[in-house]
């Protein structure tokens, strides 16, 4: 027997379709999720229903990101899957915004590849997700900006600039803005703006310091500026996601 049909015979012997989506849920830190072609949400892992605050599976079919996530971020998500859709190519690394453990926007890493129907049309998409901050030194995609992508995690609270940022990464100016377009998709000055919106929604959530502080020292130069900025990256106020989200240490 040839190795092909071995593997064609294993295949058509599996009871279920979905046999090897399992073996994700024993992944530490790994999000495995499944949409089809119109980017409805099909099947996740455990981790993401949980992540999601639903109780089972049935609840997840056939919702959006635009039900679980800030407009621009969903609309973020959505544009990535539609490219994959549409071109056929994987998208590989992707660094994007999603909710952490406490439900608070943070930097993690997306894989998103094309789904295949019997007859070879694509027919929906899967990926995994996983958290930037504990994965970072392994992705060589990320290796020329890296010193810059760390130069910001660290001083995103100080006033930052793209010639300071190029010279952390060693790279021209245009370098710095090329290279984080092909990483991220995003300026340097849209990562900063991201980075500092996640840790003011940390301390949002998790202190009593007055907005107008909070604001000031992650960057802002003052309330009206930060809720601006709040509100068009993640659809709320300050005010609102405070009360919403707000569990003091």
Same mark, same amino acid.
């Given at each position: ?5 071995? =593997? ?21 830190? !790994?999000?495995?999720? !499944?949409? +089809? +072609?119109k ?5 996740? %892992?455990? %981790? ?16 959006t ?8 971020v ?13 071109s ?13 453990? =406490? ?33 970072? !030194? ?6 020329? !900006? ?54 003011? %929604? ?5 202190? +009593?310091?007055?907005?107008? =502080? ?7 130069? +003052? ?16 005010? =609102?996601?405070?009360h919403?989200?707000? %569990?003091?240490?």
């Amino acid at each position: 027997m040839s190795a092909t049909n071995l =593997q064609t015979r294993f295949f058509a012997r599996m009871g279920e379709p979905q046999e090897f989506r399992r073996l994700f849920e024993h992944l530490p830190g !790994v999000y495995f999720f !499944v949409k +089809d +072609d119109k980017s409805r949400l099909i099947t996740s %892992s455990h %981790s993401i229903l949980e992540r999601f605050g639903l109780r089972n599976e049935t609840e997840l079919i056939g919702t959006t990101d635009h039900d679980y996530f800030p407009p621009e971020v969903a609309d973020g998500f959505i544009r990535d899957d539609q490219g994959v859709l549409k071109s056929g190519q994987p998208l590989l690394n992707r660094l994007e915004i999603w909710y952490n453990e =406490q439900r608070i926007l943070d930097w993690f890493i997306t894989t998103k590849l094309p789904v295949h129907g019997r007859d070879g049309s694509i027919i929906g998409l899967m990926g995994i997700t996983h958290s930037y901050a504990g994965r970072r !030194v392994s992705y060589a995609p990320f290796s020329n !900006v890296s010193k810059a992508v760390e130069h910001i995690r660290n001083n995103y609270q100080s006033k930052l600039t793209n010639t300071g940022l190029a010279k952390a990464a060693g790279l021209s100016e245009r370098q710095l803005n090329r290279k984080f377009h092909e990483a991220f998709g995003m300026t340097p000055y849209e990562f900063i703006t991201r980075t500092r919106i996640q840790g003011a %929604s940390e301390a949002l959530a998790r202190t +009593d310091a007055p907005i107008v =502080q909070i604001a000031v020292e992650f960057g802002f130069c +003052d309330q009206s500026a930060f809720t601006l900025q709040f509100r068009k990256h993640t659809g709320i106020t300050p005010k =609102q996601f405070r009360h919403r989200y707000h %569990s003091p240490a």
